[in-house]
């Protein structure tokens, strides 16, 4: 209801922003033409003159520029958030949004300039384009509220809305409504079933009657949409009531959140005709998981590529400096508990999982994991490479099997798993990466609490632009050797 409205008018205004930009671009020619013109600062290159003729002409030769400044706007507003919520943000955060994009966009700029070698393209032409665009944006943004709220002053767009059920969730839904006058929803009024509650007013509203008075009020009042914010024990009495609904030919909607969840999200899906409920606490679009799958398969293959020689070298010098194989293969946890052979470049002597027991009374690392600096069991080799964590360079192999991605939370032991606390476990539900919060912040330095927590705060927060924010941090971490031991 609400969510399909919204995501029509942001298409609406993606469309209309998109017009305000070109609009920006072809009134910016005529400003800087007359400009140049009136303060002797020459001519403008493909400017041949003041004219529809001329802008066409200026158009065709810049078209590069134009065909990366547009959608690099849509996109870079995208990612501010511009185009959510956007009915209900301030003045303020309206232009700010729009200030960033607009930073982000005049910077990205530069890319077709030299790719295009646009050594001609004037610096005074981009700067009032840049201007003219946020100050159109602004202005247009601004209108396009204006004008929503006045469609909805005069009534029109407005769906009534019939409330069943008066406890507290019902109360909270009563509320979201009433401070988001702007989606266009009116109450009409409230149900409830019991008796002594007919007449009484509930945050302002008042009660019509009971689920079997449904059908009388259908008639007597306009009535564009009955939802039910119900308690669970209720789902067994409202089906006459969604029956007679469906009879009348009035849509219904019922609330999801039957249960107190604190992390979940949830949501209505259908498999093969049956209508299921979700409860997850990951989410994320099918296409994000993809580009997401397929930036580990290009950047591990690419990689494995480019550092082959060192990786041969390093083969060689272990095999060379101490006794044992080349690599060190361990049964590490994967996406939700399932064993997978995690692959790192051997560090410690032959037989050091053995001694780890007669170590761990020197432990220095709170939980279930095992660190201590100065490990008698690493190789002098080993101590370089974990140092500077070429060690985990074999874990390519297991990144572009599908074992682990680049990015996400590092794999336990399952002797570890085993010790978790129940909120840690969630750590779990996503898959396991080379890197995350906890290697870009410290590592070692970082209790082990502290440390699920930030797994848990990615997972929370996940995105592919936070992913590609840890994979550059991650740089300058391995570069100066940040946390590791």
């Given at each position: 209801m609400?969510?399909?409205?919204?995501?029509?008018?942001?298409?609406?205004?993606v469309?209309?922003?998109?017009?305000?930009?070109?609009?920006?671009f072809a009134i910016?020619?005529?400003?800087?033409?007359?400009?140049?013109?009136?303060y002797g600062?020459?001519e403008?290159?493909?400017a041949?003159?003041?004219?529809l003729?001329?802008?066409?002409?200026?158009?065709?030769m810049?078209?590069a520029l134009?065909?990366?400044?547009l959608?690099?706007?849509?996109?870079?507003?995208?990612?501010?958030?511009a185009y959510?919520?956007?009915?209900?943000?301030?003045?303020?955060?309206?232009?700010?949004?729009?200030?960033?994009a607009?930073?982000?966009?005049?910077f990205?700029?530069?890319?077709p300039?030299?790719?295009?070698?646009?050594?001609?393209?004037?610096r005074?032409?981009i700067?009032v384009?840049?201007?003219?665009t946020?100050?159109?944006?602004?202005?247009?943004?601004q209108l396009?509220?204006?004008l929503?709220?006045?469609i909805?002053?005069?009534g029109?767009?407005q769906?009534?809305l019939l409330?069943?059920?008066?406890?507290?969730?019902?109360r909270?839904?009563?509320?979201?409504v009433?401070?988001?006058?702007n989606w266009g929803?009116r109450?009409?009024?409230?149900?409830?079933?019991?008796h002594?509650?007919f007449?009484k007013?509930?945050e302002?509203?008042?009660?019509?009657?009971r689920?079997?008075?449904?059908?009388f009020?259908?008639?007597r009042?306009?009535?564009?949409?009955?939802?039910f914010v119900?308690?669970r024990l209720?789902l067994?009495?409202?089906?006459?009531?969604?029956?007679?609904?469906e009879?009348?030919?009035?849509?219904?909607s019922?609330?999801?959140?039957l249960?107190?969840?604190?992390?979940?999200k949830?949501?209505?899906?259908?498999f093969?005709?049956f209508?299921?409920l979700?409860?997850?606490?990951?989410?994320?679009?099918?296409?994000?998981?993809?580009?997401?799958?397929?930036?580990?398969?290009?950047?591990s293959?690419?990689?494995?590529?480019?550092l082959?020689?060192?990786l041969?070298?390093?083969?060689?010098a272990?095999?060379?400096?101490s006794?044992?194989?080349?690599?060190?293969?361990?049964q590490?946890?994967?996406?939700?508990?399932?064993a997978?052979t995690?692959?790192?470049?051997?560090?410690m002597y032959?037989?050091?999982?053995?001694?780890?027991?007669e170590?761990?009374?020197?432990?220095e690392?709170d939980g279930p994991v095992?660190?201590?600096?100065?490990?008698?069991?690493?190789?002098?080799?080993?101590r370089?490479?974990r140092k500077?964590?070429?060690?985990?360079?074999?874990?390519?192999?297991?990144?572009l099997?599908?074992?682990?991605?680049?990015?996400?939370?590092r794999?336990?032991?399952?002797?570890e798993?085993?010790?978790?606390?129940?909120w840690q476990?969630r750590?779990?539900?996503?898959?396991p990466?080379?890197?995350?919060?906890?290697?870009?912040?410290?590592?070692?330095k970082?209790?082990?609490?502290?440390w699920m927590e930030?797994?848990?705060?990615y997972?929370?927060?996940?995105?592919?632009?936070?992913?590609?924010?840890?994979?550059?941090?991650?740089?300058f971490?391995?570069m100066f050797g940040y946390?590791?031991?």
């Amino acid at each position: 209801m609400v969510r399909e409205k919204q995501a029509f008018l942001r298409n609406v205004v993606v469309i209309v922003d998109a017009a305000v930009i070109v609009l920006a671009f072809a009134i910016s020619y005529f400003i800087s033409y007359h400009l140049r013109q009136a303060y002797g600062l020459g001519e403008m290159a493909f400017a041949i003159a003041p004219n529809l003729k001329g802008f066409a002409y200026f158009t065709r030769m810049n078209f590069a520029l134009i065909a990366f400044y547009l959608p690099m706007w849509i996109i870079t507003l995208a990612s501010q958030g511009a185009y959510k919520d956007f009915r209900t943000k301030t003045f303020f955060n309206i232009f700010f949004n729009i200030l960033v994009a607009g930073g982000l966009t005049v910077f990205a700029l530069g890319t077709p300039i030299f790719l295009f070698k646009m050594i001609l393209t004037s610096r005074l032409f981009i700067g009032v384009m840049w201007g003219l665009t946020i100050i159109f944006l602004v202005l247009e943004r601004q209108l396009v509220n204006l004008l929503l709220d006045y469609i909805h002053e005069l009534g029109y767009n407005q769906v009534n809305l019939l409330i069943v059920g008066t406890g507290r969730r019902a109360r909270d839904f009563i509320n979201v409504v009433k401070s988001h006058a702007n989606w266009g929803l009116r109450i009409v009024g409230l149900i409830d079933d019991e008796h002594d509650m007919f007449g009484k007013e509930i945050e302002g509203y008042r009660v019509l009657g009971r689920l079997q008075d449904i059908p009388f009020i259908l008639h007597r009042k306009v009535i564009d949409r009955v939802i039910f914010v119900v308690p669970r024990l209720w789902l067994n009495r409202i089906d006459e009531a969604i029956l007679a609904c469906e009879r009348e030919g009035i849509p219904t909607s019922i609330s999801m959140d039957l249960y107190d969840l604190r992390i979940a999200k949830v949501r209505q899906t259908d498999f093969s005709g049956f209508p299921l409920l979700e409860f997850e606490t990951f989410t994320a679009k099918e296409w994000q998981l993809f580009v997401k799958r397929a930036v580990d398969i290009v950047l591990s293959l690419a990689m494995m590529l480019v550092l082959s020689p060192l990786l041969l070298f390093l083969m060689i010098a272990l095999k060379l400096t101490s006794r044992g194989p080349v690599f060190f293969t361990q049964q590490r946890c994967g996406l939700n508990g399932r064993a997978f052979t995690l692959y790192k470049f051997r560090s410690m002597y032959v037989g050091a999982e053995m001694k780890r027991r007669e170590l761990e009374k020197n432990n220095e690392m709170d939980g279930p994991v095992f660190k201590i600096k100065r490990d008698p069991r690493i190789t002098p080799l080993g101590r370089i490479i974990r140092k500077l964590s070429l060690d985990e360079l074999p874990q390519l192999f297991n990144v572009l099997k599908g074992d682990m991605s680049f990015v996400g939370p590092r794999p336990p032991l399952a002797i570890e798993v085993d010790l978790y606390k129940m909120w840690q476990r969630r750590r779990l539900s996503l898959k396991p990466g080379l890197t995350c919060i906890w290697q870009v912040s410290g590592r070692n330095k970082i209790g082990f609490e502290k440390w699920m927590e930030m797994d848990l705060e990615y997972i929370d927060n996940w995105s592919l632009w936070l992913d590609f924010k840890i994979i550059v941090k991650t740089v300058f971490v391995v570069m100066f050797g940040y946390g590791a031991s």
